[in-house]
């Protein structure tokens, strides 16, 4: 029997509701089928109706004001194919095919050039004026960035490595090695922990004024990620998980993550801060959050983070509205 098409609609976001987080459920086939096959990408590289989503320095093109991804033609981007840093097939959506275009981090003239199109962007900082599909396209495309940036030498024999195929792979050049080095991902959970009517959310120094969120920490080598729920509640403030629920994930290429969101309830209220990182922990009920929100004493994680999903989705669980803050 024939393997049936991925059909992007089916990419719907699996938590237990329907709102999906920044970065997440980008409608886009990645055709892993058939991307390596090189004569076919060629053609699609080719056509008129595909489209290249070019990064510099780990940026993103965005087109006036911020407001949407600047994905260029194949003529359009003609100029700077010869001599990108690499170019990687992100997928297709219908009849168009998406390719990320790397241009030359060492040249500064890059942005000036490509002025006519657009302005380079932080897409952490551009994320919220971006639509859902925009904010998806772009984070692969920036992941994928880092990855070849980072990627240029064979961590075997430090030979020089070149982007092979589709781009999602690259070789060592080395005949005696010739390893193949594939995109990684770093696994991260983050954590709103309840006891009672309550939620424990903690502070960072270097974070901005008054801002408190959830806790999180990378997930270990060896370990599940409910295990490392359990592990890194425990050795930031001390307190033991007696119960963990997972909420939804977000991708986070800042430069390489996939955020991991848990809610977990906690044995007792007594905590005791053990990491050095933390300023400040605190419980708050919804009635103290919204006020403390309300006079300026403590900030949300910004909008695009999957903390303030989760904390958003802890205060409004019993039916509270919490009013629309930055």
């Not at 080719?46 to 949407?68: H, I, T």
């Amino acid at each position: 029997m024939a393997k049936k098409a991925y059909n992007p609609a089916m990419n719907k976001h699996s938590s237990r509701c329907n709102v999906k987080n920044y970065f997440a459920g980008l409608a886009l086939d990645r055709a892993a089928g058939v991307r390596r096959d090189p004569e076919w990408l060629q053609k699609r590289m080719q056509a008129p109706d595909s489209y290249f989503v070019p990064v510099w320095r780990e940026r993103n093109l965005l087109r006036a004001e911020a407001s949407a991804a600047a994905l260029l033609s194949r003529a359009e981007v003609d100029p700077w194919l010869e001599n990108a840093d690499a170019v990687v097939f992100l997928g297709e959506d219908g009849e168009s095919a998406y390719f990320a275009l790397f241009l030359d981090g060492g040249d500064d003239a890059v942005p000036t050039q490509l002025v006519g199109f657009g302005e380079f962007h932080q897409l952490k900082g551009a994320a919220e004026g971006l639509g859902e599909n925009d904010r998806g396209l772009l984070a692969y495309a920036r992941a994928m960035a880092h990855w070849h940036g980072r990627q240029r030498f064979c961590s075997d024999c430090g030979a020089p490595t070149h982007s092979s195929s589709d781009g999602h792979v690259r070789i060592c050049s080395s005949s005696e090695c010739g390893r193949e080095h594939f995109p990684r991902t770093d696994a991260a959970v983050i954590v709103v922990v309840e006891h009672g009517t309550s939620c424990l959310l903690v502070r960072q120094p270097r974070w901005r004024e008054g801002l408190y969120s959830a806790l999180a920490g990378f997930v270990e080598a060896g370990e599940s990620v409910e295990d490392a729920v359990v592990r890194e509640v425990y050795e930031e403030v001390g307190v033991r998980v007696i119960g963990q629920r997972y909420h939804s994930s977000q991708p986070w290429p800042f430069p390489s993550s996939l955020m991991l969101g848990f809610e977990a309830k906690a044995a007792a209220r007594e905590f005791n801060p053990g990491d050095d990182e933390l300023e400040d922990a605190r419980w708050f009920t919804r009635e103290e959050y919204a006020a403390a929100l309300a006079s300026g004493e403590v900030k949300m994680p910004s909008r695009p983070s999957i903390a303030r999903r989760l904390i958003s989705d802890w205060y409004g669980r019993d039916g509270a509205v919490l009013s629309d803050v930055d």
